[in-house]
């Protein structure tokens, strides 16, 4: 096997690793980072180890404060905020048909 077609198969499998595992894991964290800047009070979120709250207050740009019971505050880093959960729509049901 010639030296250079060793090269250009070596290169296509690092652009191949590249398209697939690096480039969505980047566009995903740039689109979780613009959601945590615009995170507000009031927001329902999920932490990384699956805990449900809503964001009392945003302390600085490192810590907030999130709700996860009535009177029961936890300070967190925005680092482990997993996503923020949409609010439910408040659309009344469709009748069912009979």
């Known amino acids: 096997m010639d030296a250079s077609l060793l090269i250009i198969y070596f290169a296509i499998f690092i652009g191949l690793i590249w398209l697939v595992a690096i480039r969505p894991q980047s566009r995903r964290r740039k689109q979780l980072d613009s959601i945590l800047s615009a995170l507000a009070p009031g927001d329902e979120i999920v932490t990384v ?28 880093a925005k680092a482990s905020i997993a996503r923020v959960v949409p609010p439910e729509s408040d659309a009344p049901e469709s009748p069912e048909a009979t």
């Open 49 to 76: 180890s699956g805990i449900y709250g809503t964001v009392t207050e945003v302390e600085d740009g490192e810590t907030i404060l999130l709700e996860i019971a009535e009177d029961t505050d936890i300070r967190i």
